[in-house]
């Protein structure tokens, strides 16, 4: 069964740090760019990152960049977002996300999902 697994989510206070691992059982995510999406109650999925399949390139929203990064472990079939400086707006249900294509900003475009972590930013 192909499946991605995320866990590391939980309640962090603000300026917290949390680190997000995805883990796919299955299938190889060698081939695959790997994408962080969130959704927060009563608001739309947004993509929070993306990796190439390679490593080389990562792209990030405005909302977290230079507080979010994105690395992926191939030998472990595993990508990891590390989340620093946490602020309660990124309060949301995390999902990992491969696409065999690229990283996208489109949901739609990718073929796996993970059933996701809850991230909780509050003191």
């Known amino acids: 069964q192909l499946q991605l697994v995320e866990s590391g989510g939980g309640l962090v206070q603000p300026g917290g740090s949390l680190r997000l691992s995805c883990a796919a059982s299955g299938f190889s995510l060698d081939y695959y760019a790997i994408g962080w999406f969130r959704q927060a109650p009563g608001k739309e999925r947004e993509g929070v990152s993306c990796?190439?399949?390679?490593?080389?390139?990562?792209n990030y929203a405005d909302t977290v960049k230079g507080r979010f990064t994105l690395s992926r472990d191939n030998a472990k079939n595993t990508v990891y977002l590390q989340m620093n400086s946490l602020k309660p707006e990124d309060t949301a249900v995390y999902y990992c996300?491969?696409?065999?294509?690229?990283?996208?900003?489109?949901?739609?475009?990718?073929?796996?999902w993970g059933q996701g972590t809850q991230v909780t930013v509050s003191s």
């Open positions: 990796i190439s399949s390679s490593g080389f390139t990562t």
């Open positions: 996300t491969a696409n065999s294509y690229g990283c996208s900003r489109a949901a739609l475009e990718y073929d796996y």
